[in-house]
C-alpha cells in the first residue's frame, strides 16, 4: 500500500473506519444544504462505485476491499456539483472505478470528477455548488483535519501544502475555484489513497503545484491536473530521492 496513509497493511481497516468518520461532519452539512436530491445522489454515487467493485473483485478474484469504494462513492458526491443527473454520476463512476481497478495509480475520484464537469462545459451547464455558510464549512474543515493528523490517517504534508498556497490567495484576493471544493479536494481528493508520492518533499512538491493550479485554472483543467501529476508520481519520487541521495 503506497500513497498518503499508513503503509502497514495490517492497519488499513483502522485507516478507512477513520477516513469514513471523517467524511460525516461534511457529507451531514451538504445532505443539510441540498435535501433530497443530494440524498439520492449520494446513494447512486456510493451504491454504484460500491456495485461495481464487487463485480470487478469477483472476476478478477482479488482482496474484497469495500468500505475504500463506499468511501470513493461519498467523496466523488461531495466533489459534483449538486445538479449532477443521476445517470451521469452513475456512468461516471463505474468508468472510474474500472480504470481505477486496473490502473490503481490514477486517482479515481478525480476520474469521475473531471468527466462530470466536462459534460456540463459541454452541455453549457451552469455548475450548482451548495450555499454553504463559510464559517461553519471552515470549522468543519478544521476539525476535520485535526482528526485525520490526530489518528495518522492522512500523510498531512500534501494537503497542508496545497491548502496554505489556496489561503495565501485568498489573502491576495486571488481568483479561487470555490472554497467548498478547495476543502473538499485538499482534505480528500489530492491525498487519495494509492495516487500519491511515498517521499515528504514530494508530497510538499505536489500540495504546492496543485494548490497553484487550483487557483490559476478552471475547476476542470484543475482537475485534469491531478490526473496528470497521478502519471508524474513515481518520476518525481525518483527525482527527489536521487537530489537526496546526492
Known amino acids: 500500500m503506497n500513497g498518503p496513509y499508513i503503509k502497514d497493511l495490517n492497519n488499513s481497516k483502522k485507516i478507512f473506519r477513520n477516513i469514513l468518520i471523517s467524511l460525516i461532519p461534511l457529507l451531514i452539512y451538504k445532505l443539510f444544504l441540498t435535501g433530497i436530491n443530494g440524498l439520492i445522489l449520494l446513494l447512486v454515487s456510493s451504491i454504484t462505485t460500491l456495485t461495481t467493485n464487487i463485480l470487478i473483485e469477483y472476476i478478477k478474484n482479488t482482496n474484497k476491499n469495500y468500505i475504500?469504494?463506499?468511501?470513493?462513492?461519498?467523496?466523488?458526491?461531495?466533489?459534483?456539483?449538486?445538479?449532477?443527473?443521476?445517470?451521469?454520476?452513475?456512468?461516471?463512476?463505474?468508468?472510474?472505478?474500472?480504470?481505477?481497478?486496473?490502473?490503481?495509480?490514477?486517482?479515481?475520484?478525480?476520474?469521475?470528477?473531471?468527466?462530470?464537469?466536462?459534460?456540463?462545459?459541454?452541455?453549457?451547464?451552469?455548475?450548482?455548488?451548495?450555499?454553504?455558510?463559510?464559517?461553519?464549512?471552515?470549522?468543519?474543515?478544521?476539525?476535520?483535519?485535526?482528526?485525520?493528523?490526530?489518528?495518522?490517517?492522512?500523510?498531512?504534508?500534501?494537503?497542508?501544502?496545497f491548502l496554505l498556497i489556496n489561503l495565501l490567495g485568498f489573502i491576495m484576493n486571488l481568483e479561487l475555484n470555490g472554497l467548498y471544493l478547495i476543502i473538499v479536494f485538499g482534505l480528500f481528493v489530492i491525498p487519495e489513497l494509492f495516487s500519491t508520492p511515498n517521499l515528504a518533499m514530494s508530497q510538499i512538491l505536489c500540495g504546492l503545484i496543485l494548490g497553484i493550479l487550483s487557483i490559476l485554472l478552471p475547476i476542470e483543467y484543475f482537475i485534469l491536473s491531478i490526473i496528470i501529476i497521478n502519471f508524474l508520481n513515481k518520476y518525481i519520487d525518483l527525482n527527489i530521492a536521487i537530489y537526496l541521495a546526492n
Do not use: D
Request: charged share 5%; net charge positive; aromatic share 18%.
Open 68 to 161: 475504500y469504494s463506499i468511501i470513493m462513492g461519498i467523496i466523488i458526491f461531495l466533489v459534483m456539483p449538486s445538479n449532477t443527473p443521476f445517470m451521469l454520476i452513475f456512468l461516471t463512476n463505474i468508468i472510474s472505478m474500472i480504470i481505477f481497478k486496473f490502473v490503481n495509480f490514477i486517482n479515481p475520484i478525480a476520474i469521475s470528477s473531471f468527466i462530470t464537469y466536462i459534460f456540463f462545459i459541454v452541455t453549457k451547464n451552469e455548475f450548482i455548488l451548495p450555499e454553504y455558510n463559510i464559517y461553519i464549512l471552515i470549522g468543519i474543515s478544521i476539525i476535520i483535519l485535526i482528526y485525520l493528523i490526530i489518528n495518522n490517517a492522512i500523510k498531512f504534508r500534501i494537503s497542508l501544502a
